[in-house]
């Protein structure tokens, strides 16, 4: 386990699950998974034997697994929860009992939306550089905790968060929980 780690949670984003990223899950405690396809956040057409696989795999090793933004699949595929992302902003969803809902937001007014819809998680992102966002959309630690100042949900760090930039995520007050997207996948 990576005892230089805190954290009550970790969410791993994912649409596969190989034998490297297995192994490196055994490293963690309190793991979690997101199905997450980049190209298909909607859902509407998922991989269903990528989803059964990743499944498959959680079930038996006892590790939660999320899907991204389709109430319908999260009874139909028995997922632990939902993950709703920055673009899911339509309407108030009634809570599933013993369903998770995980926001994500970007900024102050993603926010309230994750927050009216009752999100039990809101994730911020982006914390540090990736690939996906420009140098000027990333918070930083320091616009990081100014956002998250007031926020009343537990709070999540997303957005490049590795090994070489793990001990920064400290410095974070409210962050409950950490989810990344390439850690695990990097050689």
């Known amino acids: 386990m990576y005892t230089y780690l805190k954290y009550n949670k970790y969410f791993f ?6 034998d490297e990223i297995k ?27 990528k989803y059964n696989q990743i499944y498959n795999f959680c079930k038996k090793k006892k590790i939660p ?16 929860g939902i993950f709703l992302t920055s673009k899911n902003i ?3 969803y009634q809570k599933i009992k013993s369903k998770t809902l995980i926001g994500l937001a970007h900024n102050q007014i993603e926010y309230y939306f994750k927050e ?16 996906k966002y420009s140098t000027n959309e990333i ?14 949900t537990k709070v999540g760090a997303l957005g490049g968060i590795n090994a070489s ?18 850690w695990l996948k990097k050689k």
């Not at 984003?13 to 190989?18: E, G, P, R, Y």
């Not at 405690?29 to 991989?47: L, V």
Request: aromatic residues 12%; glycine residues 2%; proline residues 2%.
């Open 165 to 182: 930039n793990i001990n920064k995520v400290k410095i974070l007050q409210k962050v409950d929980s950490i989810a990344f997207i390439s």
């Open 116 to 131: 009216k819809q009752g999100c039990d998680i809101v994730m911020l992102s982006p914390l540090f550089f990736n690939k």
């Open 65 to 80: 697994i999320y899907i991204t933004n389709n109430f319908k699949l999260l009874l139909k595929l028995k997922a632990d």
């Open 13 to 18: 984003l994912t649409d596969t699950i190989n």
């Open 139 to 152: 918070l930083g630690t320091t616009r990081f905790n100014l956002i998250t100042k007031n926020w009343k």
């Open 23 to 49: 192994n490196k899950i055994k490293k963690f405690s309190n793991f979690n998974i997101i199905y997450y396809d980049k190209k298909k956040t909607e859902n509407k057409d998922i991989n269903i034997d």
């Open 90 to 92: 339509p309407t108030t």
